[in-house]
């Protein structure tokens, strides 16, 4: 039947082929929201606050971060962690969410803090060399009085 429909009618191939691409392009939207959930997590302490963080260890993930979030739960944010110390900058490409990056030392103190507007390609730089960058919502670490030269703990 397909090859009678393709062979008579040269339409009838160009149907069918819009058919599947538009088949398969509704599918794929629908997994990027499950892969960002598939993401660990593990539980920081910022003096008495806990974030839950997830990890972007791949550099997969550390590139792809918070883009197309429209929301993080409370106390939730995402924890991007090197191999080794770099001075990495951030920006906000296709990030819905303001907010506020702290720039963590390989002994788990803040280096800097810097907040961060929804789509900016404006780059956030640590202040110094850093081994992880902790993103959360904007006003997150005032509410906790969390300054530079912090501690953070449970760090992976």
Not at 27 to 52: F, I, K, N, Y
Not at 65 to 82: E, I, N, Q, T, Y
Not at 100 to 121: H, K, L, V
Request: aromatic share 10%; proline share 9%.
């Amino acid at each position: 039947m397909y090859k009678h429909l393709i062979a008579k009618r040269p339409f009838g191939l160009f149907f069918f082929a819009c058919a599947a691409i538009c088949l398969a392009a509704s599918v794929v939207p629908s997994l990027a929201p499950a892969q960002a959930r598939l993401l660990p997590t593990t539980s920081l302490a910022l003096g008495a606050a806990t974030v839950h963080a997830e990890i972007a260890a791949t550099p997969e993930n550390r590139n792809r971060g918070l883009m197309f979030r429209k929301s993080l739960p409370p106390d939730h944010g995402m924890l991007f962690v090197f191999e080794e110390e770099t001075t990495q900058c951030f920006w906000m490409k296709n990030t819905p969410l303001p907010l506020t990056i702290a720039f963590i030392d390989a002994q788990g103190r803040i280096i800097n803090m810097r907040d961060m507007q929804p789509y900016s390609e404006a780059n956030h730089c640590p202040a110094g060399p850093m081994r992880y960058a902790l993103e959360m919502p904007q006003g997150w670490f005032l509410q906790y009085g969390i300054k530079a030269g912090e501690q953070v703990k449970g760090l992976p």
